[in-house]
């Protein structure tokens, strides 16, 4: 196949001439057009995208668990992924603290850009400090009743309540194992049919992705860039070396805990197993929602890296809520980053506190774009510097928020492989697109 009729080359040409187009409509005045006429088109896009992830979730989840035959076998998967999930987001705080010590942004900050960020994005708080304080205010078993939907329809209504749909979904393909066969067949011969149309779509919206990506990546240089390209570039300068901490720490992740997780858990090559989600690690990154790329991130698991049903229906819509490795190495980063820019030298034991508060804060955000830097409020007010300080980060966090979630959705689907390594239901990897 000639390459440019493959899907990752068409989507990396929408990307960068999102991106061209961006800087071209800054430049000679085409915003207006480019909010009226283009961004509607990566919106319809993710809005595709979102409308097809529970019915997804639901369908192949039910038809997992129904599989499984044996409810033993799940608790054991649960604990598996929940416990590998923890393990590498707790490495990622870890590499985040690491990178932003060495690299030390806080030191290349002038000070007058410190101040006029601080004015210029002040107002721009007030509403994520506001939702970040009702997450703190919460009893601290809340998220566990937050699982338990009390009706059907409004769980699966709601795409942030995936857990809920996930706990549905359990729940109902439990009940499909204890009936008898000659019954439970017709349900799960549905929800299976159900299941391979939601993914025949999901095959007809990738061929929308080129474009979508376009209209995406040209949103997001006009919302950066405004009618001022210049000044854009001098805070992307400003902040460089914030930005290098971060974007150094998420590859370091990635090359460090990734591959080890591979080389304890199955023999798949890093490599070959980037090769495998490509697509979805692109879209990603285009459209900053690990929620939103979900069913694609499903779709090429199993298709491309042989992770079966059972274990990828569960393993990733957990993963998109609760499991985000490069949220919470972007989270530490940004915590030392702003007490730096402060002038608050962090403690070994404040640090240390930002490895548990960046740990619940990741698995506190939802998959969606910017749900980061509100919960870094929480971890912020846990060591003691001032909230106000994210007024410094946010000019550019959209950049960062497309970087950790690319990492986000690697992270869950690199669980995804350990964790059918170890059940027995990793089968052979395909790399075609
Ligand atoms: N946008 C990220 C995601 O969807 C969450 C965040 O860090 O803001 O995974």
Redesign the pocket.
């Known amino acids: 196949m000639s390459w440019y009729r493959k899907l990752h080359w068409q989507i990396i040409l929408g990307l960068i001439l999102g991106l061209l187009w961006g800087l071209f409509s800054t430049q000679f005045g085409l915003n207006a057009f480019t909010n009226d006429f283009i961004r509607p088109f990566g919106t319809i896009f993710v809005n595709l995208l979102k409308l097809i992830a529970v019915p997804l979730v639901l369908a192949s989840l039910i038809v997992g668990v129904a599989n499984l035959n044996d409810i033993t076998k799940l608790s054991r998967m649960g604990g598996r992924t929940i416990g590998i999930y923890l393990v590498t987001t707790v490495f990622a705080i870890t590499i985040g603290l690491l990178s932003v010590n060495l690299v030390r942004p806080w030191t290349a900050l002038p000070e007058e850009t410190k101040q006029s960020l601080m004015l210029s994005y002040e107002d721009n708080l007030e509403g994520r400090t506001q939702s970040a304080d009702a997450v703190a205010d919460r009893s601290p078993l809340q998220p566990l009743v937050d699982i338990v939907p009390e009706n059907l329809f409004e769980a699966a209504s709601n795409n942030g309540a995936m857990l809920q749909v996930v706990f549905v979904a359990i729940i109902f393909g439990i009940g499909i194992i204890q009936i008898k066969n000659e019954k439970s067949a017709v349900l799960v011969n549905f929800f299976d049919a159900m299941n391979d149309v939601i993914i025949r779509i999901v095959d007809v919206i990738m061929l929308m992705a080129p474009y979508g990506v376009f209209a995406l990546l040209a949103s997001v240089i006009v919302d950066l860039a405004g009618d001022d390209l210049s000044q854009a570039l001098n805070l992307l300068m400003a902040l460089g070396w914030y930005m290098l901490a971060v974007i150094l720490g998420l590859l370091l992740h990635v090359i460090l805990v990734y591959s080890t997780l591979f080389k304890v858990f199955s023999s798949m090559p890093l490599k070959d197993f980037l090769r495998g989600i490509r697509p979805a690690l692109l879209l990603?990154f285009s459209t900053?929602?690990?929620?939103?790329?979900l069913p694609v991130t499903m779709e090429r698991v199993q298709k491309n890296l042989g992770v079966e049903e059972e274990v990828a229906s569960f393993v990733l819509p957990v993963g998109?809520t609760i499991n985000?490795d490069?949220?919470s190495l972007?989270q530490a980063v940004a915590a030392v980053f702003i007490a730096g820019a402060v002038g608050i030298e962090l403690t070994i034991f404040q640090q240390i506190t930002i490895v548990l508060t960046a740990l619940l804060a990741?698995i506190g955000?939802?998959?969606?774009?910017?749900?980061?830097?509100?919960m870094l409020v929480i971890v912020l007010k846990s060591i003691d510097v001032p909230v106000e300080g994210i007024a410094l980060i946010l000019g550019v966090d959209r950049i960062l928020?497309m970087c950790?979630?690319a990492v986000?959705?690697t992270g869950d689907a690199a669980v995804s492989v350990a964790v059918a390594h170890m059940e027995g239901k990793l089968g052979e990897a395909h790399y075609d697109d």
């Not at 900053?288 to 790329?293: I, N, R, V």
Request: hydrophobic share 40%; proline share 4%; charged share 5%.
């Open positions: 990603g900053s929602s690990s929620a939103a790329t998109a985000m490069g949220t972007y990741s955000a939802a998959g969606v774009p910017g749900a980061g830097i509100i928020d950790r979630t986000n959705i």
